[in-house]
């Protein structure tokens, strides 16, 4: 594949840009990255602009969960399950090492809102919609043995069930760069400033470089697909569209699997509002989230998890967890997202639907909202709109894989310890051989705390279109979310392999490490503590945290009723 990490290839793509496409997709998430593998396996010519680093919005900061979405089939989406499910149970068989099996554990307590017994009915539909019996039942007794670090007070039982995690960038750059392969044309931090219009018609972008020399170059293509998610209404409002978006922001804490460990994911009622929420294993570190409230604030500024956020996620896991003692010393880092959903005017967040959306607007093709599982489904859809403008286009035929399959075996492949083969060719599909290849003395060894080696580090500075520092250690490895304080303490390592590969001076170096170290401080971390609500408090004033005084209870038997007023704090 093309290295697109230097600036002389950086200015060969720039050079191209003004010839004619069939189709350009603006955004570089998940649904762009879908939507351009899919036209080139339909033969287009097709180029993706991005305003920033590929999966730089809401595609890197999700909850890694490749799921059916049992919450939406709670909310009568059934169609929309029966999708995600499907798609899912297509991603865990083409993509191992990157979308994997992930087992959780509903736990419900007396009080828990809707019952144990509802989960039930939603987990048997959810099954069969899958096409599987993967669920089952465990009392109390047997559900608090499995989990002994889970709070037992009040513990009413619950269930096990599936679903699939995956690192969400990585699932993204695979599909971009199997899609350069072949015969896509990417360039990011490539904002799309205008939409070119002839005849009331749009017919093209001028894009501008925000990394380089700041050209501007005019693209023009048969048809422009507008994938930006959550900033769709930006490019519609040129051709004259009502906004039509709801921005919803979504954060998460990441601990050490040390002082919240968990093997299997946890399905939560938060004790306060009763949301569903997800405490889960992921890349060696636990992830509990996730918020969901109406983001404010400009879409170009970075999110960030805010202090109410961080004290209701940390009130969760007080909660459920309470023998752990938790703290936020313990916090390894944050992240936060904003949701592309459409506004149907619902008061609470959390019931608008996640289903995706077409417009056609005097020409400009609009494809927002969905689930990250759904991507190829959401890709074809913009396709068939597409498809209208394009004489002679087919759909490419619907049984194709998602992902190209790789192949474990062979002489590189013994430079590799067992358990690292998987995941390397689950992320990095056939560039995992030339990533091996070109590792050093040393640099398959994993960089301490973490999962990442050394050789991911120098692989990505040479060839995954790395501009900035934050685009390799926030995107590409994850080494700022998963080590303490943004892995400054590996930084004189990892500039030792990176600098080179990416071409910077000393200068440009320091300048990129101030740049990413104050990012991360600003976006990755906690507020201060002194601004962070006392959980306990909140705790201490919802009613959730009076628990129903309840015997444990037996294997596969129902809660027992409980006297009204008959409640007890559990013991400290």
Known sequence: MSDMSSSQARAEVWARLSQSWDLIVVGG?????????????????????????????????????????????????????????????????????????????????????????????????????????????????????????????????????????????????????????????????????????????????????????????????????????????????????????????????????????????????????????????????TVVGTTDLDHDLPLDQEPSISAQEVAYLMAAVEARFPTLRITLDDIISSYSGVRPVVNSGKSDPSKETRDHVVWEENGLITVTGGKLTTFRLIARDALKAAGQRLPGFKMPKHNQPLLNKMETSGSVWERVPEEERRRLAGKYGADSLALIQAAAPGELERIPGSNVLWAELRWAARSEWVVHLDDLLLRRVRLGLLVPAGAQAFLPRIRSICQSELGWDDARWQREEGDYLERWRKHYSIPEASLIPDWRVMLAQSKATWKPRAPELGAGTAPAPVPAGDYARPPA
């Open 29 to 285: 998430g998940i649904t762009g990255a879908g939507i351009l593998r899919e036209a080139t396996r339909a033969g287009l010519k097709a180029l993706l602009v991005e305003q920033k680093d590929i999966a730089w919005g809401t595609s890197s900061r999700s909850s890694k969960l490749v799921h059916g979405g049992l919450r939406y089939l709670a909310q009568g989406h059934v169609l929309l399950t029966y999708h995600a499910v499907r798609e899912r149970e297509r991603l865990i068989r083409e993509g191992p090492g990157l979308v994997d099996r992930l087992d959780f554990m509903l736990a419900s307590y007396v009080g828990d809102r809707p019952s144990i017994w509802i989960f039930g009915v939603g987990l048997l539909a959810y099954d069969l919609l899958a096409g599987c019996w993967d669920h089952e039942y465990h009392g109390a007794k047997q559900f608090g043995e499995q989990v002994p670090q889970l709070d037992r007070y009040g513990l009413a039982g619950g269930f096990r069930y599936h679903d699939a995690q995956t690192d969400d960038s990585r699932l993204v750059l695979r599909v971009m760069r199997e899609a350069v392969e072949a015969g896509g044309t990417v360039v990011t931090y490539a904002p799309a400033t205008e939409v070119i219009q002839e005849g009331g018609q749009v017919v093209g972008v001028r894009v501008r470089d925000t990394a380089g020399s700041g050209q501007v170059a005019e693209c023009r293509a048969r048809v422009v697909i507008n994938a930006t998610g959550v900033w769709a209404d930006q490019l519609r409002q040129q051709v004259k569209a009502p906004p039509r978006m709801r921005p919803l922001r979504g954060s998460h804490l990441i601990f050490s699997a040390e002082r919240l460990p968990v093997k299997e994911a946890f399905t939560l009622q938060h004790p306060i509002d009763h949301r569903v929420m997800f405490v889960f294993p992921w890349e060696g570190m």
